[in-house]
């Protein structure tokens, strides 16, 4: 009987298993992959090592921006899925480990035909990866003054320089190809000469022409060494008249746009060959629109890292006199550098000129995943568009830490009962777990109801935009 019963239990789970298996296909394969991954979960708690659960955990954190579990659990799943390492060079990538992300790809490239056009495009990502890591190795030491998250189509009011640097105007161009780009002029502060931005079928270059009386020369291409068959955009001189930052897209760049400088040689009226101003500058992402201030010392620069669609963070830094670069056996170290989620902290009232630099200091852990509404979910503490919301996120991010402490303390308590043998000894260490659990429930309940102050918070905010 007790044979039979036992028989029974588990062809029941083996059937509630399989039920549980299926339920996860159907989610996955429906896009569903928040459901999925919720199921996954539950089926790797008893198969761990499955080689196709932790795949499929692994997409369902891959869709669902949450990258070190998405990396763990591919390398979980084994050499069977060839998409794998398609998709943990993406992730490697855009978490500055370039190195993995050159061997990922490579990988994934030995799975293609000889023919396959896809074979060019990863043997591109190759060379990125490649040219990243080497620029990783010579990440810069700069100040950050501030950082602000704007609506990238008028980041440039947030520009706050001299009018003694010239100007700078932004329209926005709409391509054929319904893509929306953006036309930059700088003016110089004498107002005879400009560089701006257009499109020439489809591919944006930079332009430049003189002031002529009252009318201006005919448009020309700045240089051929500085437009390419890449997108070249977002031009501004230095008060030196030789010095010129823009941003391309092009084969020397390791994510969209990069920033790049060059300098004028009057004598032969002609440009160096362009330089990658490197990290922290530059990113995976797109970054552009460098101008410095020199008289101010100040500096500015635009990046969507992180960021949503339509939404660009502007940095103001303190640009060094000789570029010094950070040494540190700490790789982690110097990718958070790169990152900038560690940087030297600059205070600066922008209208005066007195800089005060205080020692390197981390910041808090910026990325994060916080839904929200359906439709929008933050993987980063600067997407907070609310001074309300971010002061909320701060207490939460607080009680966050001590409730985690409070779980910890109480893991160790339950270890340190389950030890005992002794009655005597229990029963007050176990009345002690029984009023931290009860202690923690209550601190659950109130971290619900900060989380729900927190999206209020934003979301009231956005409505009034």
Not at 201 to 225: E, H, R
Request: with cysteine.
């Amino acid at each position: 009987m007790k044979f039979k019963l036992i028989s029974c239990a588990l062809f029941l789970t083996i059937i509630i298993y399989a039920q549980r298996a299926s339920e996860g296909e159907i989610f996955f394969n429906n896009k569903q992959y928040y459901k999925a991954r919720t199921v996954y979960d539950s089926l790797l708690r008893k198969k761990p090592n499955d080689e196709l659960y932790n795949y499929r955990f692994a997409r369902c954190s891959y869709e669902l921006k949450d990258v070190e579990s998405a990396i763990e659990h591919f390398k979980m799943s084994g050499n069977k899925f060839p998409a794998r390492d398609l998709y943990l060079g993406e992730l490697y990538f855009n978490t500055y480990r370039f190195d993995e992300s050159v061997a990922a790809y490579q990988t994934y490239s030995t799975t293609l035909k000889p023919d396959d056009s896809k074979l060019l495009e990863f043997q591109d990502k190759v060379k990125r990866a490649e040219k990243a890591a080497r620029l990783l190795s010579k990440v810069e030491d700069i100040a950050l003054v501030d950082s602000m998250v704007v609506n990238k189509s008028d980041f440039l009011r947030f520009y706050k320089f001299s009018s003694e640097l010239g100007s700078l105007s932004q329209e926005l161009l709409k391509l054929k190809s319904h893509r929306n780009v953006d036309k930059i002029r700088y003016t110089t502060q004498r107002k005879d000469r400009v560089y701006f931005s257009d499109s020439i079928q489809g591919q944006m270059d930079i332009f430049t022409s003189y002031k002529l009386l009252d009318t201006w020369s005919p448009a020309v291409s700045i240089s051929n060494v500085i437009n390419s068959n890449a997108n070249e955009n977002y031009p501004f001189l230095l008060l030196d008249g030789i010095t010129l930052y823009f941003a391309s897209d092009g084969e020397n760049s390791i994510g969209g746009c990069d920033l790049f400088i060059t300098r004028y040689i009057p004598s032969t009226n002609t440009f160096l060959a362009p330089e990658n101003i490197g990290m922290p500058f530059n990113s995976p992402y797109n970054d552009f629109m460098m101008v410095i201030d020199e008289q101010r010392k100040l500096g500015w620069f635009a990046s969507d890292r992180y960021q949503p669609t339509g939404k660009v963070v502007i940095y103001t830094f303190v640009p060094n006199q000789d570029k010094n670069i950070l040494r540190s056996d700490d790789k982690d170290y110097i990718r958070k550098a790169a990152q900038l989620n560690i940087y030297r902290k600059a205070t600066k009232d922008i209208s005066d000129s007195t800089v005060v630099i205080e020692n390197q200091l981390p910041e808090s852990e910026k990325k994060i995943e916080f839904v929200i509404n359906d439709s929008l979910v933050y993987t980063h503490v600067n997407q907070f568009q609310s001074q309300a919301a971010v002061k909320l996120w701060s207490e939460l991010y607080k009680f966050t830490n001590d409730l985690r402490l409070k779980v910890k303390q109480l893991d160790d308590l339950r270890t340190q009962y389950s030890q005992l043998e002794n009655q005597n000894e229990r029963k007050p260490l176990g009345m002690k777990i029984l009023e931290s659990e009860k202690n923690n429930i209550e601190m659950e309940k109130l971290l619900a109801i900060k989380k729900i102050m927190v999206r209020n918070a934003e979301i009231n905010y956005l409505q009034k935009r």
